[in-house]
């Protein structure tokens, strides 16, 4: 199918896409197609896809999706091109020549970095390469946001011929494609090709509950059409008697929202209110409200599931309202009411305001919305070196669901789900944030760390001189979730004096070790195994936030277990069809081949991991960042391993000293509860000198991210002095 619900499939030739085309091009914008056309087919010339089609088909596909979007000619020219320069031996400059700068600047924006050919090949790069090509294509849509619109169709089409792929790189992409292109395409209101990216998606990371909710869809489908024709015959008739005309249909039914309010709700598929709905749509704004007085006099309301989003948009500029009534035999029916304009909106988004912007005469606010919300998203991105930390700041900071806070003076605040005050501060003005010592939520001191809710009153309380704290960039403390804040509170230490990050480094690292029961082999050969010639640098480094102490500990921790060299042999010697030894990992490209944890640095689930190639023993699972792997030479061997299935667990005795109070014991044990730890045993000493008292427990831990966390917890407890390891 198609970007629209018509069923008209994507065009597989030039005549089908010229067809599409003939009645909003003119003759010369339907040359230009044309020549795109060719020179495009001339460039790919003896290229097929995987499926085995000819790759023109993919091009054409992209050009006509962006077509269903009423796309100007200059965009569906440079789709048609939007794969040449990387592919093929035509150049940029080329096309410059043959077709302007407007259209190679399109593509340009499009093609993958020249510089990621240049990377190294080995597989511990592969995560900065992917980073880098996602940090540019995100860059290039604050220039010209039609780069983004070609992007977002290239993805599309990709998610439709899926199969042809292996299971892992489908799997791969789908995640992908529903943590960065379905949100994108969210967020810029382009909901046809955002429910498409998101079905398509959920298809291939949960294949039996898509087909699950697929079939329960469709085993009903004569009763829902039956119930659907009722309610639209009813309300045409209501509304014809009150002079109003509408267009009423069906609405299209879309299987990860239908999942995911299962999921979010904890109901099944019969509770979900619109698996079956209406969409109305009329001339006039007070046509709208009138048509919701005309359903709620017919049918009588759900509770708690009217949104007014006429008067109060989405941020994605998406308008319309939206009710849930008990329709015709009882059951639940979601009626959504809307203008035409809102209905155009709502299914191209800012694709429907391009035109406009073509327009200088003629003002278009969402459209100018939309283009201020990007250049803010960018407002910070030269302060953000790392490609990778970009990438996570897009994925904490722009696609989470959002939280909508106030300032005393009514601004909006605009933060992700689970934000802090701390980032409501750094979001207001850095130095606000760096000052700030406490928050007043709806008229009442909440901690720093507790989390935000929709329509919070946010006051930050201050002082006139200072900075943040070292533990706001504590993960298990959770006083920052965003990477904006994060960003400033490292920028600001590495301002500090250096002497002083030393000390503050060194003294949180040795704590971390106490706690952890580590010993390390010395300082000198920690700094070198994390990259510093000097044990200041890298005290220096812990003490301004760029190295965290938890995973320095986690990883001594792992180093006390005896070593065992990697033995490399040549890769066809264990390429037999074996059992793996290990259900939590999942060999790219490879099925069925002997895998073992590693003993020189253990590596836990969570920890980003690598497979190489042993002798006799099939691959050999190591932390990326093992001495042995950074070390070898023989980078051939090297495979791309991930983690899958359920995480092992293992027994850790851990010791509480606190002053004794009542109902410690039962504190410590709530929070392993929340924290989803099994406790094995616990017991306590009272009675012991200064009324202290020591807890020690057994717990079920399953990596020492994990542990770290627990303990960082625990100490936060009212009474508690310390909490460590147990070691032995």
Not at 124 to 151: G, H, P, W, Y
Not at 303 to 319: C, H, L, M, S, V
Not at 370 to 399: C, G, N, Y
Not at 577 to 598: F, M, Q
Request: aromatic share 6%.
């Amino acid at each position: 199918m198609t970007v629209s619900d018509n069923n008209q499939p994507s065009p597989t030739t030039l005549d089908g896409l010229l067809d599409m085309l003939s009645k909003s091009l003119t003759p010369q914008d339907l040359e230009l197609i044309e020549r795109a056309y060719r020179v495009a087919d001339q460039a790919h010339a003896g290229q097929q896809r995987a499926s085995g089609e000819s790759y023109m088909h993919h091009p054409l596909a992209v050009a006509g999706i962006l077509a269903e979007i009423n796309l100007d000619v200059a965009t569906l020219a440079a789709a048609l091109l939007h794969d040449v320069v990387e592919d093929t031996p035509y150049t940029i400059e080329m096309m410059q020549r043959d077709f302007g700068p407007e259209i190679a600047k399109l593509v340009d924006g499009v093609t993958k970095l020249d510089k990621i050919n240049e990377l190294r090949r080995s597989q511990e790069r592969m995560a900065d390469t992917k980073a880098e090509s996602l940090r540019k294509m995100f860059l290039a849509m604050v220039d010209d946001i039609r780069v983004v619109l070609i992007k977002l169709a290239d993805r599309l089409h990709n998610m439709r011929t899926l199969g042809a792929l292996p299971e892992h790189k489908r799997k791969r992409i789908a995640r992908e494609t529903l943590e960065i292109f379905a949100p994108l395409a969210n967020r810029l209101g382009i909901w046809q090709i955002k429910w498409e990216l998101e079905d398509q998606a959920f298809r291939y990371l949960d294949p039996a509950t898509y087909k699950a909710i697929a079939q329960a869809i469709d085993q009903r489908r004569v009763e829902r059409e039956r119930a659907i024709s009722l309610v639209v015959n009813t309300l045409e008739r209501e509304l014809r008697q009150m002079g109003i005309e509408a267009h009423i249909y069906g609405r299209p039914k879309h299987i990860y929202s239908i999942w995911r309010k299962m999921k979010r709700k904890g109901v099944d598929f019969d509770q979900i209110y619109d698996a079956q709905g209406v969409r109305v749509v009329l001339d006039e704004v007070r046509d709208c409200y009138a048509a919701l007085g005309i359903v709620h006099s017919l049918w009588r309301p759900i509770p708690g599931e009217f949104d007014d989003y006429i008067a109060t948009p989405k941020e994605n500029q998406y308008r319309s309202l939206h009710t849930a009534v008990v329709g015709p035999g009882g059951r639940p029916l979601e009626v959504q009411i809307r203008t035409n304009d809102m209905q155009h909106t709502a299914e191209y988004g800012i694709a429907a305001h391009w035109r406009y912007k073509e327009q200088p005469t003629r003002r278009d606010v969402a459209f100018e919305n939309k283009i201020a919300w990007l250049r803010q998203l960018m407002e910070w991105r030269q302060e953000v070196s790392e490609a990778q930390e970009f990438v996570d700041a897009l994925k904490t900071d722009i696609f989470q669901d959002r939280v909508y806070t106030f300032t005393p003076r009514g601004d909006i605040i605009d933060l992700p789900a689970g934000a802090t005050p701390v980032d409501f501060a750094y979001e207001v003005h850095t130095e606000i944030g760096h000052r700030c010592r406490g928050a007043r939520v709806n008229g009442k001191m909440l901690a720093l760390d507790s989390k935000l809710s929709h329509g919070d009153q946010v006051e930050i309380i201050t002082v006139k001189r200072g900075g943040p704290s070292r533990d706001w960039l504590n993960p298990h403390l959770g006083f920052v979730q965003t990477q904006k804040a994060r960003s400033k509170i490292r920028q600001w230490f590495r301002k500090q004096d250096r002497q002083e990050n030393i000390t503050e480094g060194r003294d949180l690292l040795e704590k971390e070790l106490r706690r952890l029961s580590v010993q390390p082999p010395s300082y000198e050969t920690l700094a070198k195994q994390f990259g510093y010639d000097k044990v200041d640098d890298l005290f220096c480094a812990i003490g301004a936030g760029d190295i965290n102490p938890q995973q320095i500990a986690s990883r001594m921790l792992e180093e006390e277990r005896p070593q065992d060299p990697v033995m490399v042999i040549p890769p066809e010697a264990v390429t037999g069809k074996r059992p793996s030894e290990l259900d939590d990992i999942s060999v790219s490209g490879v099925e069925g081949l002997l895998t073992h944890h590693a003993r020189c640095c253990k590596p836990l689930p969570g920890e980003s991991i690598i497979g190489y190639v042993t002798r006799g023993r099939g691959v050999s699972i190591h932390r990326r960042d093992c001495p042995n792997i950074l070390s070898t030479k023989d980078q051939e061997r090297l495979i791309s391993v991930e983690w899958g299935g359920e995480k092992q667990t293992y027994p850790v005795s851990i010791s509480v000293r606190a002053y004794d109070r009542s109902g410690l014991l039962r504190d410590i044990a709530s929070l392993v509860a929340d924290e989803k730890i099994n406790l094995r045993e616990a017991q306590a000493r009272t009675g012991l000198k200064d009324n202290l008292a020591i807890v020690t427990a057994t717990l079920d831990i399953s990596s020492t991210v994990q542990l770290s966390r627990i303990l960082t917890r625990i100490e936060r407890l009212s009474n508690v002095v310390e909490a460590h390891r147990l070691a032995g």
